[in-house]
């Protein structure tokens, strides 16, 4: 089978970016991420219209990117945060990917506004692509091959 | 300064949004990847436009992530083939962690259709984590911190 005849219907690449690839989406999942949970400093941070990010929201907690939790502040009426579900928690590889490209090839690489930290133990911490044999590979050095669950495509 | 007072005009997740946020440019590096060069064969596997293609082919030249090629058959006018620019092997951290993120949480973890392989060795690829001080880290281990090219937002 040649890359041409697979069937593109359970390609992970494209489920993801059904789940994440609108951009507000991943801006979100960073704001979220760097610890902002109330709609109010999310609007005001992103400058994303009350509006958008309401129906954004909305359907984040729908697909099972973010949950609600209550929260109530004196003589205020009770009102969300939002958090990310442990599933979400993977996504860090995605943002992580878009930061250090972006770091590399579009900003300033000895001035990162933003880096990323192992809470354990403060380290900077950056992406590899390491193969089962116990390289660390490059992104050139990367190539995609069939696995169990390919599919040709039918005609 | 608290995340919230961050000036995001230098964020480089939204600098790689804005060079790749649009769903087409993503798959259709994912075809380039994966060694279709030709105009024809992407927009018949990806199933999208002549007129779509063809518009995101020159935006995706435009901007640096796909170089023309000259090719020429017996019998027939001289066209283009598209390659990746150096610069663009390097979104195949995106791509491997829109890829990992869609196996894991998305798709049939157990059956793939797609592996990625180090074309040294034949081992297959994966993203990981890493931090400075040389642990492995998990995406909910992971917090942003600011870096030197942190600017607070003017109010």
Excluded: K
Excluded at 8 to 33: D, K, M, P, Q, Y
Excluded at 117 to 134: D, F, M
């Amino acid at each position: 089978m040649e890359w041409r005849e697979l069937d593109l219907g359970n390609c992970s690449v494209a489920a993801t970016l059904n789940l994440v690839g609108e951009r507000w989406t991943l801006l979100i999942l960073r704001e979220v991420f760097a610890g902002l949970h109330r709609f109010d400093a999310i609007a005001e941070h992103l400058g994303i219209s009350r509006r958008a990010l309401s129906e954004r929201l909305r359907q984040m907690v729908d697909v099972g990117l973010l949950e609600r939790r209550s929260y109530q502040e004196a003589g205020q009426r009770s009102r969300h945060e939002y958090h990310l579900t442990a599933g979400a928690q993977d996504l860090q590889w995605v943002l992580a990917a878009l930061l250090q490209y972006g770091d590399t090839h579009l900003g300033d690489p000895a001035a990162p506004p933003v880096v990323l930290r192992h809470s354990g133990c403060g380290g900077q911490v950056h992406l590899e692509l390491h193969c089962s044999c116990g390289h660390e590979v490059a992104g050139s050095d990367v190539e995609p091959a069939f696995g169990p669950g390919a599919v040709r495509m039918s005609t």
